[in-house]
């Protein structure tokens, strides 16, 4: 903030600041002495985390299940070629890409509890009818459709729980809730080499069983979650009122100034787009997301090609899953504790790297197995932890879940090109598709270091005060020289006109 002017005597000058100066407490009247934050902390975690991570297990499992059903059939039974395939794989990511933002508007203005509920309810019954289907054409149209409903829930759930939690706990929650997607792949193909011995039940093959059974239990979910899923912390029902005001002080204290609630304006909107780190963390995600998708959904198929068959290739899988799912909540943590996260992309994208330059190079079975170890070591931990990079850097509830938004689906459309990199003609080793996965990589080590430069950069300058607002009444003889919209008249003025662009703001490297 711009120092005070030398007019007037001290006294009178120290009374300026503490008035001008002073930030609004949430609900000053309310006493909230006897809310243990510990214990407050166990029932945010008990009452949020677990319920949606399993939201984000059957998701997962409902989108890349097509990888193990294609194991048990599909393409024959329904009389489409390797490239049809990879095309209804692409077809998803558009849709999925397409409706991310709209749906974090719509979580913002609805309540979460009836959005994300209706989001499950409807996905589950596209992944039934998933099942049903006997032609190209259908299966095309489920998949739009199923990408269509699973759009909100990744970038909801993320923008969700960052309304939640401080930034330097964001993390470790956003790693829980994102290591649901290992799990689902260990238990994809658990679940997928179960159904596979209901071939020719209901004189249905075994990949439909597959998308029915999934679909059904998406279903039940979407239709309990309407009354599992809480809302914002200003409205949660589960929470006593001094315990809602405790959580949105401590989220104010954060620089979260927004968390007491922000009426929706385009100009958030505006400034989301315009602002430089939405650019710089979309490509920054798309180098890490892509690998992501190309490796989920072909990982049974790479492995079967090492000379697995369909069970034991989903089997196999198993393990890769369990690993990645330790490591990535073992970055989580400790990113939250050190604090800065650039530096664990730095580091896994290197271990991922790692494992992509030794699949390229391998003409061994077991050599190419421990590969697929690293590379997924080095994957999984990185999306929570630029989800939440990025989310530690934006303030204001609606620009952060519009900025969430456009990093998350510019990185899901590059599913789109991650899913056609495994071409059949390419087996057994498809070393294209792991140089175009390496490639991806190296995009997200080069926008990973031109995010922390530049965040750094704008640190020290507001360290040196080159970002310093006026405040009327505090420093007068500044305000002739500015024009009216520059002025303030309080630090919470400040804070929610202009969010992370406040002076005070220090991003997160």
Known sequence: MAAPSSHGSASDINEKLDDKLKVKTFNPDLDVSDVDERKLLRKLDLALVPWLSFLYL?????????????LYGLEADLHITDTQYLLA???????????????????????????LSFLMFMWGIMMTLQGLVHNYGGLLGMRWLLGMFEAGLFPGVNYYLSCWYKRSEFGIRA????????????FGGLLAAAISNMEGVGGKPAWAWIFIIEGLVTVLAGAASFWIIQDFPDTAKFLTEPERAFVIRRLQ??????????????????????DWKTWVGMLTYMGVDGPLYAFSLF???????????????????????????????????????????????FAFLIVAG?????????????????????????????????V??????????????????????????????????????DKPWYRLGHVIVLVYIVIGFVSTCAFKYLLAKENGRRERGERD???????????????????????????RDKGDEWSGYRYTT
């Open 58 to 70: 059957l998701s997962f499992l409902d989108r890349t299940s097509i990888g193990n059903a294609k």
């Open 89 to 115: 794989l692409t077809i998803f990511f558009f849709s999925y890409a397409i409706f991310e933002v709209p749906s974090n508007i719509f979580l913002k203005r609805l309540r979460p509890s009836i959005w």
């Open 175 to 186: 790693a829980i809730f994102f290591s649901a997607a290992t799990v689902s792949g260990a």
């Open 253 to 274: 204290e954060d620089d979260q100034f927004s968390a007491a609630g922000e009426k929706l304006r385009w100009k958030y909107i505006v400034r989301s787009i315009l």
């Open 299 to 345: 990982l049974p198929s790479i492995i079967n090609e090492l000379g697995f068959t369909a069970t034991p290739a989903n089997l196999l899988t198993v393990p890769v899953y369990v690993v990645a799912c330790a490591v990535t909540c073992g970055v989580g943590f400790w990113a939250d504790r050190v604090g800065h996260r650039g530096w664990f992309n």
């Open 354 to 386: 790692a494992g992509y330059v030794i699949l390229i190079i391998s003409r061994n079975a077991g050599l190419s197995y421990f590969a697929v170890f690293l590379a997924a070591s080095g994957i999984y931990p990185l999306i929570p932890n630029t």
């Open 388 to 425: 939440a990079w990025v989310s530690n850097n934006v303030e204001g509830s609606y620009k952060r879940s519009v900025t969430l938004a456009m990093v998350i689906s510019f990185g899901n459309i590059n599913g789109a090109v991650s899913s056609n990199v495994y071409r059949a003609h």
């Open 469 to 495: 607002e006026v405040i009327r009444g505090v420093n007068d003889d500044k305000v002739r020289l500015l024009r009216e919209e520059d002025v303030y008249d309080s630090v919470e003025e400040v804070k």
